[in-house]
């Protein structure tokens, strides 16, 4: 298996970050409840998506590229970490985002303080997105550009690498608690998270499980098992995945990028117990989904149980809750 140490990695992040247990909903909950603070990578407002950028736009650098361009809906986290960490490393950011939610609050501001050109398309198809960066991609490069595509989450092989990584933070953080987790649970909203702790967990913590909430209905067991058979085939490791290594559940509410009571509820329920923040559309949905599985015995047997909060905060600021 290779190093990871062999892939190019630009340190964007501020790493580890802290690994601790609430207190407060564990005795509520009747668990041992713990969290990873991936809201706290470092980069303007934090996020997950700083572990994937951290390979991502290595591989920008050494292509030479001077632009990149990403997509996401008009409150993506992604979208504004990419804003960001492109402005750190002097280039371009060009998001292309879904003309489907709140345009001028939250993270739309945050990509423009950052510098990013950010456009707007009226779709609600990936697809058509896409098509749009295409274009806009061949352009800049009769402009004598060389531009550099991100898709959706950075949910590719090599961004899931970050959360291969992570799991090996996850590992040491849990020694030195002398803690062992049962299970891991995370928003899923591209696949890349997931798929990188899914494989992280079956590498290195084998007797972990690793849960997703889906936040939108997208097929993520098809979805998350190619992206880990494709970051394994990338990492040459000899570990197969398989179908009865994704665990998935969804949370979505009336759709992507819009909240849920239940979102909403999770919101407040972990602010008032741990003074803690998320959004309601993404990691919010996420909390709400293992509040759920708590409450359906979903992790009887189980003790130690893990959630990472992948970040989004900035969203609070464009929804009404």
């Known amino acids: 298996m290779k190093d990871l140490a062999n892939f190019s990695r630009i340190p964007l992040g501020v790493l580890p970050t802290p690994l601790y247990k609430l207190e407060n909903l564990s005795r509520e909950l009747g668990k041992s409840l713990y969290i990873k603070r991936d809201d706290m990578t470092g980069t303007a407002l934090g996020g997950n998506k700083i572990r994937k950028l951290e390979f991502l736009l290595a591989e920008a650098r050494d292509q030479g590229a001077d632009v990149v361009l990403t997509a996401g809906g008009p409150q993506s986290n992604h979208a504004m970490l990419t804003a960001a960490s492109a402005a750190r490393l002097g280039m371009k950011a060009i998001l292309v985002l879904k003309k489907r939610g709140v345009l001028t609050a939250g993270n739309v501001i945050l990509d423009h303080i950052f510098g990013a050109d950010v456009r707007f398309v009226d779709t609600d198809s990936y697809r058509d997105v896409y098509a749009e960066m295409e274009r806009i991609m061949e352009d800049l490069r009769q402009e004598g550009h060389t ?51 899914t494989l992280g967990a079956k590498l290195f913590i084998p007797g972990t499980r690793s849960i997703g909430i889906g936040v939108c209905d997208d097929p993520f067991e098809k979805i998350s098992l190619r992206l880990m058979q494709e970051t394994a085939a990338l990492l040459d490791c000899e570990v197969s995945a398989g179908e009865e290594d994704i665990h998935i559940h969804y949370q979505i509410g009336p ?21 803690i923040l998320v959004d309601p559309v993404y ?39």
């Open 255 to 275: 759709g992507y990028a819009q909240s849920s009571p239940e979102g909403r509820e999770a919101v407040y329920r972990l602010a008032r117990s741990e003074g």
């Open 147 to 197: 531009p550099y595509f991100i898709p959706v989450g950075g949910s590719v092989a090599l961004g899931c690498l970050g959360y291969v990584n992570c799991i090996q933070e996850i590992t040491r953080q849990a020694e030195a608690l002398q803690v062992s987790f049962d299970a891991i649970v995370s928003a899923t909203g591209s696949g890349g998270t997931y798929s990188g702790l």
């Open 283 to 321: 990691t919010g949905k996420a909390l709400a989904g293992l509040f759920t599985l708590m409450e359906q015995g979903y992790f009887d047997g189980m003790e130690n149980i893990l959630f990472l909060h992948t970040g989004g905060a900035g969203a609070l600021f464009a929804v009404d809750l």
